[in-house]
């Protein structure tokens, strides 16, 4: 049945007050963000069927995903999650799911931090394009200018290493150079100067070789380069202007936080709360941020492109751009439906996918986080202005199929006929 004129009015006054109630709201409050509305100027008339179908929309994605969550808790397939969803300028969805530590009253929640690996080399990536358009630093500028003991072979090929290479894992070193040395502790000095007893397997440029030892040394280029630690350039740069009021990246903050979530490893038939430990620290570039759903839910937002007062979005789109090739079909994400093909760019990986038979191909910018415990995945599509992040706080399969099964869920809401909607959300 369709709505009536007072139920149309109503909603939209109500809709309008949660929009200037939340415009006031303080952006250290605890209470989840429950919605984001469709901007509006004054001189525009309101459109009721977009906003209903706006709140429509919003509510059955919250259902679905939030009923996706818990019947994964339910199994035992996950301890806890933080989601979440935006669209445009509007956070869709934003929420936690189950506990943040196993066997407490502790709930995830919106606000609940994570650990999150190497989705902290998408900020990498995105901060160097910044200091590009700068002038503060050089795509082709060679590592060793910043590290005079490094050394990847020759002398001709360590000064062909950049910090194109070093943010692509196109410098040629074998897969996971050393990553154990980050994993001890060993500082990025040291670490750079134990190059020099790795043979290459590529000339720079030319072979994806994952590497986390070898990013993180861009962390160090970029402090030289503005003179400041990089934790204070992302606060300045990202996490402050953009509200992160969680985002945090050293393990004596982290320590003392209230709502942080513990990583889990399997016990038995359940699991069991590990600590948190202190690795990838000494290496923030390549996986030592942590942050909550919200804070990155607004991340996504930024990085479609709504906040060009603090990057143009031209300087914004170069951390996506294709470097390298990913061969192969081995990896989780060469298996998803319609997956066409996969690149590296600036800590981004970038795939082209089908979403059918005879459909156009479309993009995704993704990578995938693993540490302490902890596996996250956190993906954008451009064409769609839509961004899905997912935090969890133990090592699951789900992981490796999240991405695609949300991108369904919400895709079927959003192709969802008004018909469909009429019967199935309004009524008198």
Request: proline share 4%; glycine share 8%.
């Amino acid at each position: 049945m369709r709505p009536s004129k007072s139920l149309w009015q109503f909603l939209i006054v109500l809709l309008l007050m949660v929009g200037l109630v939340m415009s006031g709201n303080n952006p250290d409050s605890r209470e989840p963000v429950k919605e984001v509305a469709i901007s509006k100027t004054h001189k525009e008339p309101i459109n009721t069927e977009e906003l209903l179908r706006y709140s429509w929309q919003r509510e059955e994605i919250s259902r679905a995903i939030t009923a996706y969550f818990e019947r994964a808790v339910a199994t035992g397939k996950i301890v806890g999650a933080g989601v979440s969803i935006v669209r445009g300028d509007s956070i869709l969805y934003s929420e936690g799911i189950g506990e943040s530590e196993v066997g407490t009253d502790q709930k995830v929640d919106a606000h609940t931090i994570f650990r999150l690996g190497s989705l902290s080399k998408g900020f990498t990536g995105v901060l160097a394009a910044k200091l590009v358009e700068e002038g503060k630093l050089g795509w082709n500028d060679e590592v060793r200018e910043y590290f005079p003991s490094f050394r990847l072979g020759t002398s001709a090929n360590t000064d062909q290493v950049t910090l194109k290479n070093v943010l692509s894992h196109t410098s040629g070193a074998p897969y996971h150079s050393f990553t154990n040395l980050v994993e001890a502790g060993l500082s990025l000095d040291q670490i750079a100067g134990r190059f020099k007893e790795v043979k290459p397997i590529s000339a720079p440029g030319t072979l994806y070789s994952y590497q986390n030892a070898l990013f993180a040394l861009s962390g160090a280029m970029m402090q030289q380069a503005t003179g400041e630690d990089m934790a204070i350039t992302l606060k300045n740069t990202f996490f402050d202007p953009l509200g992160m009021c969680s985002a945090v990246t050293d393990h004596e903050t982290m320590q003392t936080m209230q709502n942080v979530a513990f990583p889990h490893v399997k016990w038995r038939r359940g699991w069991r709360v590990k600590k948190l430990n202190d690795h990838y620290y000494n290496a923030l570039a390549a996986g030592g941020i942590n942050a909550s759903t919200l804070d990155m839910a607004k991340w996504m937002r930024f990085l479609l492109g709504h906040h060009s007062e603090i990057m143009d979005k031209s300087a914004l789109n170069e951390a996506f751009q294709p470097v390298v090739e990913i061969k192969g079909r081995s990896k989780y994400y060469q298996r998803w439906p319609g997956h066409i093909s996969s690149h590296y760019g600036y800590g981004w990986r970038i795939h082209k996918f089908r979403e059918g038979f005879g459909q156009e191909i479309r993009t995704m910018w993704h990578h995938g986080g693993s540490v302490n415990n902890f596996r996250n995945e956190i993906a954008l599509y451009p064409e769609d202005d839509l961004g899905i992040c997912v935090l969890l706080n133990s090592p699951s399969r789900i992981a490796s199929h999240v991405i695609p099964d949300l991108y369904q869920i919400i895709t079927e809401v959003l192709q969802s006929e008004p018909v469909e909607m009429a019967a199935t959300h309004f009524h008198e």
